[in-house]
């Protein structure tokens, strides 16, 4: 802290030196996806702050981590000393947003979306703000392809059911409903979400779960804090009792990677779709 | 000159006190007996204002239920059967808050009430320390300075006491009753609810003998506490004495000889 | 405050802990401004105070994001650390006169229920409000439902136990945890309803934080708590009484009625405006007036300022504390109350055991 005080010091005094740092962008990322995707545009080297869901590629954890995106400090974004915030549609607080937009900093928000266009649009938008729209250009047409080659593959005239479950706390299943970015994948990838009643993560009584017979347990590595192990499902009263249990298909992916909507979207088609169809 | 006409209290659909008139004078010390239930702590409580009731309640001719609790304080001070403390307060702080409520005591009188009632050298001590002799002490003290001069522009001033001597050895039961009757003697008004009997003969100049919430007889003790009354109130009886020293003070002894026998 | 109170000369008369408080009183009022200058030199982006000091003198003067920082970020949240810290204690010293029993705090009036169901109603059901609405609203909308939740519930308790122009501490104390169960179960329903970022929101709300400070929260708090903290004085003698019982305290020429009033009030404005600018902030309004009584006894006089100016101060302290800690992010600052407040009120619960004891 003392010694970037007397770095902007010296550098404001020497004065030249502060010209030639002005040229290169100081970027805070925010959200996931964003930085997934200004990594995907090599422009890594612009970061000087993430949130705490940026969690890939690894090289981004080791950047300084400005606080949970919806809670973000006004000092602690502006203590990195960004040109340009990055962020996700949702990040906040407000009164932390105004402040940043006064302290002359530029803030670009990136809408969030669950189809090939809407991630177009994420890394378009990304690509502008950082005046590599060519770059941006041909990113987004690949991950246009990749996504919509994986979900022609995918789709299914006789879709299986997949259940994604959020979390297990003290034996109740967090499951996702429609609207969610688990929902959409899940579509995607060729399956039928299972919990389609009801909107949102919710909490499932397990008669539904059972109800439902799910072929497919889709899970986030280390979801929900615990990891949940297969032998905890099969045990389970709800989620033991699904086809999907006593079959033993249950899939397990990076939550950032399912759920994202970034560039590795169409991997995680595929990785769903072969837990669904595989064999 | 303290009064209560027509006076009634309820709880809920039962009668406590059913058109009872009491009265009280400045310089004389007034005691409320009876036995346990007849009402005495509440005929104290509703001339108080401590719980509604109906009927005239006027003090000095001034009815009290109009008079705003600040003006009330500074005209009488009443002592509750016990007091609990929420917090940490020092003897000293309790005693000066009897007045700070409404002006500011200076610590001097605080000492001096305190020594009255033979606390002095307590100022320091938690009061949640003391024992419940002395817990009924420092609150007298904080009473007596509430009201500290027995009059004041030719006006009386009044205790009025709940049981002011339960908690006490007899030594101190002696000590409370003389200062009650000094405060008396000096021209203001004391109104106690007493249980000792004997207290009360050698103490009062009015008894008001009270009996299922009515008062049975109020008049001087050697009128009062007689063996007709008191079998009457209290339902057993009662063999009065009267020492030949001094004929005008009356032994209160019960014969318990006689409780377990048929009459 | 231990260290404090043994360097304390003797009052003039055994008991008489006045002059004690006195002493307490100015040392913390130099304490607090010595805190609450310190505090704006405390942040993620470092400029320490005799930095910013160094150049006013050489008049060199700060850069635009400097000033921002300190004129923008720093100040709001300092004066809203020293509005909010001194709102709770005073209102928990305020409760627990009120209510005769050292662990009242204002949750017992339902300020704490009602501004949490305000906030959740706010957070969950605020984007189903008409655009225009919102837009008029903006981010004040969780504060002013916060706001608006605590003190319709204090009116309510008030009301329920309220008859015959008596209020009853033990009706209203009982109407509370109905009441409280009440905003607990449609708190339930829209925590429900709510998704994933709005949970999260709730979460966050509930740690409570200064980290949103603005000079509008500021000042649309600010009138609230300076009323009620100007006024809280006014309460002290009676509150000394009420330590007797409230007969006691009626019989001693104390207007029992209009000081509940007042005093219920007081605390429902003062709280439900520190509630609603910094979300749930726990710990501050039970463990001030506790470390004050042991150190100056509980007469209200002195008990009063003292636990504004302490409770400024342990709030500036425990947010400095919050900014640094986890930098460039920020912890909420009820995380740091607790976790130092717990283990420090422990100990001098152990150690002054005989003087808590009632």
Known sequence: MFTRIFSIVAAAAIGSTAIAQEAEQRIVSIGGTVTEIIYALGKSDLIVARDTTSTYPAEASQLPDVGYMRALSPEGVLSV?????????????????????????????????????AVAEKIMIIGEALDESEAAATLAAQVTDDMQAAAQTAAHADPKSVLFVLSVQGDRVMAAGQQTSADAIISLAGGQNAMGAFYGYKPVSNEAIIEAAPDLILMMQSGGGHPITDEQII??????TTPAARDGNIARIDGLLLLGFGPRTGDAIQSVNTALYAE | MFNASHLNVRYG???????????????????????????????????????????????DGANIRSASPSELATRRA???????????????????????????????????????????????????????????????????????EPTRDDHPNWLLLDEPVSALDIGHQLEVMRIARDYADNGGGVIAVMHDLN????????VALMRGGEILRQDTPQKVLTNAYLSEAYGCPLQISTPPADGNIPYILPQAAQIHQPR | MAEISQNIPKAHFAGDRQQRGRYVTIALSIALVFTAINSLGVGATGLPIWEILARFLNGIGLTHTESIVLFDIRMPRMVMGVLVGSALSVSGTIMQGLFRNPLADPGLIG??????????IAIVLGSYLPAQLAATFGPSLVPFAAFVGAWAT????????????????????????AVGALSGAVSGILIYIADDSELRDLTFWGMGS??????????????????????APALARALNAMALGETSAMHMGINVQRMKRFAILAVAGATGAAVAISGGIGFVGIVVPHLLRISIGPDHRYLLPASALLGAIILLIADMVARVAVAPSDLPIGIITAILGGPFFLYILLRNRGMLEA
């Open chain 3, 210 to 231: 200064l980290a949103g400070a603005t000079w509008t929260k500021v000042w649309v708090a600010a009138p609230m708590i300076l009323i009620a903290l100007l006024s």
């Open chain 1, 235 to 240: 045990a389970h009263p709800g989620l033991g």
């Open chain 3, 111 to 120: 300020v704490g229920s009602g501004a949490a169901l305000g906030a959740i």
């Open chain 3, 154 to 177: 204090t009116l309510l308790l008030y009301r329920v136990s309220t008859r015959g122009g008596r209020t009853s501490v033990a009706v209203m104390l009982l109407a509370g945890i």
């Open chain 2, 13 to 59: 659909q039962r009668a406590i006190i059913h058109d009872l008139s009491f009265s009280a004078k400045a310089g004389e010390l007034t005691a409320i007996v009876g036995p346990n239930g007849s009402g005495k702590s509440t005929l104290l409580k509703a001339i108080t204002g401590e719980i509604a009731s109906s009927g005239d309640i006027s003090l």
């Open chain 2, 199 to 206: 207290l009360t003969a050698m103490f009062a100049d009015s």
């Open chain 1, 81 to 117: 000393d960004p040109t340009l915030i990055i962020a996700e549609e949702g990040s906040g607080p407000i009164e932390t947003i105004d402040v940043l937009k006064e302290a002359s900093i530029e803030y670009v928000t990136v809408p969030t979306g669950y189809t090939a266009d």
């Open chain 2, 78 to 148: 009443v002592l509750p059967q016990s007091t609990t403390i929420a917090f940490p307060f020092t003897v000293m702080e309790i005693v000066r808050i009897g007045v700070e409520a409404g002006g500011s005591a200076s610590p001097s009188l605080a000492l001096r009430a305190l020594s009255r009632v033979g606390l002095a050298g307590y100022e320091g001590r938690t009061y949640n320390e003391l024992s419940g002799g002395e817990q009924q002490r420092c609150q007298l003290a904080r009473v007596l300075c509430q009201v500290w």
